[in-house]
């Protein structure tokens, strides 16, 4: 089948990819891309490891076609490791053993990122358990995920 041709950007940058109608956002980006942060944990829509900002919004890469990229911004974790609040949200999460497996944990500083961003102040625990509802852990019971969210807005928020 004829590949479409997009452009967009990716973590700032310009970009354009040659994708087939089917091909979704998670594999262009891992396979196309080099963005291994992106991880496939269920393929479907519900645990959420896949997640990147698209036009600065949580969005499950997985079930969303590459095509759909034209003319977006896209965001990984791999073009904010340079940002000054998502470095202390990583140090906080080293601080708290907040990953065990690590495979949750690029969609959890993502979307603990983007939650710590939008809000006023730091957010209460009930808050950033909501912000990171989507992505699911196997490992950490969520509590020390919880609690570096809350000491990284508390850096973030001063
Ligand atoms: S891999 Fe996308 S939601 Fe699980
Ligand atoms: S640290 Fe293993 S899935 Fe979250």
Redesign the pocket.
């Known amino acids: 089948m004829d590949r479409i041709r997009i452009s967009f950007r990716l973590n700032g940058v310009e970009r354009e990819a040659f994708v087939s109608p089917e091909e979704r956002l998670l594999d262009m980006l891992r396979d196309d891309m080099g963005m291994k942060s992106v991880k496939e944990?269920c393929g479907t829509g519900d645990c959420g490891?896949c997640t990147v900002l698209v036009n600065g919004k949580p969005v499950l890469s997985c079930i969303m076609p590459a095509f759909q990229a034209r003319g977006k911004e896209i965001t990984t974790l791999e073009g904010l490791n340079e940002d000054s609040a998502m470095k202390v949200i990583q140090d906080k999460f080293r601080e708290y053993h907040?990953?065990?497996?690590?495979?949750?944990?690029p969609a959890?500083e993502i979307v603990g990122y983007k939650l710590i961003k939008e809000s006023d102040g730091v957010p209460s625990k009930e808050e950033v358990k909501e912000g990171i509802s989507g992505?699911?852990?196997?490992?950490?019971g969520y509590y020390d995920?919880v609690d570096a969210l809350r000491s990284a807005a508390e850096v973030i928020k001063k």
């Open positions: 944990g490891t907040a990953a065990q497996c690590g495979f949750c944990t959890m992505v699911l852990c196997r490992c950490t995920i």
